[in-house]
C-alpha cells in the first residue's frame, strides 16, 4: 500500500512544542479555569493550523467544550469523521511543579497528561493539519472535551449529537501495553450503597444496635461474589466507611462500587441482581443508587473494518497493530453503543496513565500520528 501522507511530512518539532506546552498547563477536570487555559492554547494553536474553532460554554463548573473542524467542502454531505479527545487530567495542580515534573530520559517524556491524552489532543490537531495540506478530503470534526476524567457528564450531550451520522469515531486515547489499539471496551457502572442500622452505647445497651458496619461487611461478600471472571464481570467494593467511634454501634455504613461489565445483558442483569439486594436482618435497611455510567463498548463488524484499514496502514508504516479489549471506559463507549463504528487507543504508546509514572514514548509520535493522518483519508467510504 502506498501511503497517501509520509510519515516525513509530520511536523515533529512543532508537534512536540505544542504537546510540552499542553503538559505545562495543568488541568484536573475539576478546575474549569485551568482547563479553560489551556482551551485558550489548544483554540489558538488549531487557528493557526487552519481549523474552524468552535468554543462552547462549560456547564456544571467544567471547563469549555472545543470544536474543531476541516474546513467544509462546499455544497457536499460528504461523509464526516469525529475525532474524541479530552483535556483534563486526573492529577492535581501542583504535580508538574513535585512529584511529576516534565522531563525527558531517554525515549520517554514524563508529565502529568502527557499520555492520557494530551498527546493525543496534540497527535489528532498535527494529523488534521496534515490532511488539510494534503488536499480536499472529507471533514473531520475533533471534539475536545474538559471532564472526559470523571466520566463526561458535562460533554455526554455535546458526543452523543456529533456522533450522530458520522462514518466512524476515533478515540485519541493512549495506546494499550505495547501500541495496542482498543477494539471493545467494557461498560462502566457506579453503585454507592448506605446501609442503615442503629446506634448505641456499646457498654451500656449493646442489644439495642443494630451494626450498620456488620451488615455492610455480609452485604461486601455479596457483591463480590457477583465477579465472573469467565464472562469478564468485575465488581469491586471500592471504599468503605461507617461509625462514628469506638464505643458505638455503627448506624451508618457507605459503599462506592466499580462495576465492568462486557456486554448490555450482563450490565442490565448485574444491576438488577444488585438492586435486589436485601438486608437479612429486618431493622437494617439499604440504600442502593446504582447505574451504567458508561455503555459497553462491544466490538462490531464496522468497527472492526476500521481496526482493519488502520492495521494495513500500520503495516505500511513499518509496525504491527494489534487490537485489544479492555475493561477501562472512555468516550468511546458513548460513540460505540449508538451504532458509531469506533477505534480506541490511537493516541501515543507509553505506560503509567493516571499514576507518577505517567509518560509516552517518544518514538511512537510521528508513526501514530502517521497513522492517524492516513486513516483519516482511507476509512471506508470516505472520499
Ligand atoms: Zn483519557
Given at each position: 500500500m502506498s501511503l497517501a501522507i509520509d510519515p516525513s511530512r509530520v511536523d515533529e518539532a512543532g508537534l512536540l512544542r505544542e504537546l510540552r506546552a499542553f503538559v505545562e498547563i495543568e488541568t484536573p477536570s475539576r478546575n474549569g479555569e485551568a482547563v479553560n487555559r489551556l482551551a485558550d492554547h489548544v483554540e489558538a494553536h488549531a487557528r493557526r493550523v487552519g481549523l474552524d474553532v468552535e468554543r462552547r460554554a462549560g456547564t456544571l463548573g467544567f471547563g469549555d467544550i472545543l470544536v474543531l473542524r476541516t474546513p467544509r467542502p462546499v455544497g457536499g454531505s460528504v461523509p464526516r469523521i469525529l475525532i474524541l479527545a479530552h483535556i483534563d487530567t486526573v492529577h492535581a495542580v501542583g504535580t508538574l511543579a513535585g512529584r511529576l515534573p516534565l522531563r525527558r530520559e531517554g525515549d520517554r517524556l514524563y508529565g502529568p497528561g502527557v499520555y492520557d491524552m494530551k498527546s493525543g489532543v496534540a497527535m489528532a490537531i498535527e494529523a488534521m493539519r496534515l490532511c488539510l495540506a494534503h488536499g480536499p478530503s472529507h471533514p473531520v470534526d475533533l471534539l475536545i472535551v474538559p471532564d472526559e476524567e470523571v466520566g463526561s457528564p458535562s460533554s455526554r450531550p455535546a458526543i452523543e449529537a456529533l456522533a450522530q451520522g458520522a462514518l466512524a469515531a476515533l478515540v485519541v486515547e493512549p495506546a494499550r501495553d505495547g501500541g495496542k489499539i482498543v477494539t471493545a471496551r467494557k461498560g462502566v457502572g457506579l453503585c454507592d450503597i448506605t446501609v442503615r442500622g442503629r446506634a448505641a452505647?456499646?457498654?451500656?445497651?449493646?442489644?439495642?444496635g443494630r451494626s450498620a458496619i456488620r451488615a455492610a461487611a455480609r452485604l461486601v461478600l455479596e457483591l463480590e461474589a457477583l465477579n465472573d471472571t469467565e464472562r469478564g464481570i468485575t465488581v469491586t467494593v471500592g471504599t468503605i466507611g461507617g461509625g462514628t467511634g469506638r464505643n458505638t454501634v455503627p448506624d451508618e455504613c457507605r459503599l462506592q462500587v466499580d462495576l465492568r461489565l462486557p456486554d448490555m445483558t450482563s450490565a442490565e442483569e448485574i444491576l438488577k441482581r444488585i438492586r435486589a439486594l436485601r438486608p437479612v436482618d429486618p431493622d437494617i435497611r439499604y440504600e442502593i443508587a446504582a447505574a451504567l455510567n458508561r455503555p459497553p463498548f462491544a466490538s462490531s463488524a464496522a468497527g472492526l473494518e476500521v481496526f482493519d484499514e488502520a492495521a494495513r496502514i500500520a503495516d505500511a508504516l513499518g509496525f504491527r497493530l494489534e487490537g485489544v479489549a479492555t475493561g477501562g471506559g472512555s468516550d468511546g463507549n458513548f460513540t460505540a453503543a449508538l451504532g458509531i463504528p469506533t477505534l480506541d487507543g490511537l493516541g501515543a504508546d507509553g505506560a503509567g496513565a493516571h499514576t507518577l509514572d505517567e509518560h509516552i514514548l517518544l518514538s511512537s509520535l510521528v508513526p501514530r500520528t502517521a497513522l492517524l493522518a492516513n486513516l483519516l483519508l482511507r476509512l471506508p467510504g470516505a472520499v
Open positions: 452505647h456499646a457498654g451500656v445497651r449493646p442489644a439495642d
